[in-house]
């Protein structure tokens, strides 16, 4: 599985922006996904989940009521909108593929990665 991921640029904070992630083969229906980020010289981190009917979805508290994760099975693509974006967001931006239906914020649970997109907020 092959994960695309765009929709990263430069914003200001407090501008929206809304991230996309298309698989390459459908098998990602079934499972979990998530966005992780990581910001220079740091970890990567958890952001968002979703489970794999959408019906479940879980966020790390820094991005709790700003973020929303949603998917669409029938295009292989889940999505990441940002509202009021902070400076502190600035990061590459990873989507991935979780091992479950179910997801979570495990990093070593998640099996296939994306190339990450750039997200850059400017104060």
């Known amino acids: 599985v092959q994960l695309q991921a765009s929709g990263g640029g430069l914003v200001q904070a407090g501008d929206p922006l809304t991230l996309s992630c298309t698989a390459s083969?459908?098998?990602?229906?079934?499972?979990?996904m998530g966005w992780f980020r990581q910001a220079p010289g740091k970890e990567r981190t958890f952001v968002a989940t979703i489970s794999w009917n959408g019906g479940s979805t879980f966020y790390a508290d820094s991005v709790k009521g700003r973020f929303t994760i949603s998917r669409d099975n029938s295009k292989g693509t889940v999505y990441l909108q940002m509202n009021n974006l902070k400076s502190e967001d600035t990061a590459v931006y990873y989507c991935?593929?979780?091992?479950?239906?179910?997801?979570?914020?495990?990093?070593?649970?998640?099996?296939?990665w994306g190339q990450g997109t750039q997200v850059t907020v400017s104060s």
């Open positions: 083969r459908r098998t990602s229906s079934n499972n979990a």
């Open positions: 991935a593929v979780h091992r479950s239906a179910v997801g979570g914020s495990n990093t070593q649970d998640y099996r296939y």
